[in-house]
């Protein structure tokens, strides 16, 4: 069955360690919060610093989202490169088992992973190493790739790969998809600026939270919202608790966060973007587009992990099934 949403990311195994602030600002390196890229064996020496073992978890900023949509009930696939090791057998399992159709490239590398460093204030500090994820390339997403598809999720990691990150929103637009890119941290907006707005033109709906929408523009959320929708159909950016801001064209809709208790923020993006999706597939509104949004990212920093249990996904999907 042809899937209506195809995510293209890295396929990373999340390794989630609960530590003290004291813990990042001894032993992680940079500021606590955000993404540094690391070799496996500083994740190896963090986790042996740590004295204890990480729960593990299927995880990817474009797979988190994909997975998410799936749970919502809309058709979803998963295009990245994995191993052939344990962890990719973990993954293909977990990616399958949530109704996700597997379209991982298998490659001679290890399966990539992302520690992530949880402190008491639900933040969460991410080293990650892309291992086989490295391995995708364009000729793996050229318009066969997206080919029956409505919507392509491209992670915002995938941005330091220029060309990659170019022939996956080339390839996309020429199947007729739209394009859903996620800026993913306020490192990749950093580092990637000129070709970020070289790609723009080409993006259909932007995800930014608070700190990817400072280091875009340099100010306020209102006027990140401000550039970022002149240049792209929908604009959403994020803050946390505060809610969202959402923009599509003159209309602009301010959606208020869920009044929950946080213990993780790890993937809490990735599945306000799977709820704001699912229910654009659907038809709705801006106004429910945000609202399914806020109850997946709420659901999400309720649990230890990227992904929330399914029972949660069960009663957000009902929602979208009383209101299509």
């Known amino acids: 069955m ?49 004295g204890r073992e990480p729960v593990r978890a299927p995880g990817g900023a474009a797979a988190n989202t994909t997975v998410g949509t799936a749970n919502l009930g809309i058709r979803a696939a998963f295009l ?31 399966t990539g992973r992302v520690l992530s460093l949880i402190t008491p204030d ?72 000129a070709v970020i707005e070289e790609l723009l033109p080409s993006v259909d709906i932007l995800f930014a939270n608070e700190d990817e ?14 550039d970022l929708g002149r240049r792209v159909a929908i604009a959403a950016v994020k803050l946390g608790k505060d809610g969202a801001w959402i923009r599509r064209g003159a209309e602009t809709v301010r959606v208020q966060a869920e009044a929950v208790q946080a213990v993780d923020t790890t993937g809490a993006g990735d599945c306000w973007a799977a709820g704001f999706l699912a229910a654009w597939l659907r038809g709705l509104d801006l106004t429910r587009c945000g609202r399914v949004a806020a109850l997946s990212g709420a659901a999400a920093v309720q649990t230890i992990g990227a992904q929330p249990p399914r029972e949660d996904w069960v009663r957000i999907k009902g929602y979208l099934d009383a209101w299509t």
């Open 80 to 110: 990245g490169c994995c191993g052939a090791d344990d962890l990719a057998a973990f993954y293909r399992d977990r990616l399958t088992a949530q109704g996700c159709e597997d379209r991982l490239i298998a490659v001679d590398a290890p």
């Open 122 to 193: 639900a933040q969460r500090t991410m080293r990650t190493c892309l291992g086989a994820a490295m391995s995708l390339s364009p000729e793996h997403v050229g318009p066969a790739a997206f080919a029956g598809a409505r919507v392509a999720m491209i992670e915002g990691y995938l941005l330091f790969n220029h060309d990659l990150a170019r022939a996956a929103i080339r390839g996309a637009k020429a199947a007729g998809c739209a394009v859903a890119l996620d800026f993913a941290s306020f490192e990749v907006v950093k580092a990637n600026r």
């Open 213 to 226: 929408a400072a280091a875009w523009c340099g100010g306020t959320p209102e006027q990140a919202l401000d």
């Open 2 to 50: 042809t899937p209506d949403l195809i995510g293209v990311g890295s396929p990373l195994v999340d390794l989630l360690l609960t530590v003290d602030d004291d813990f990042v600002a001894n032993h992680a390196g940079g500021g606590k919060g955000g993404m540094q890229m690391v070799e496996a064996s500083a994740i190896t020496d963090l986790v042996a610093w740590s």
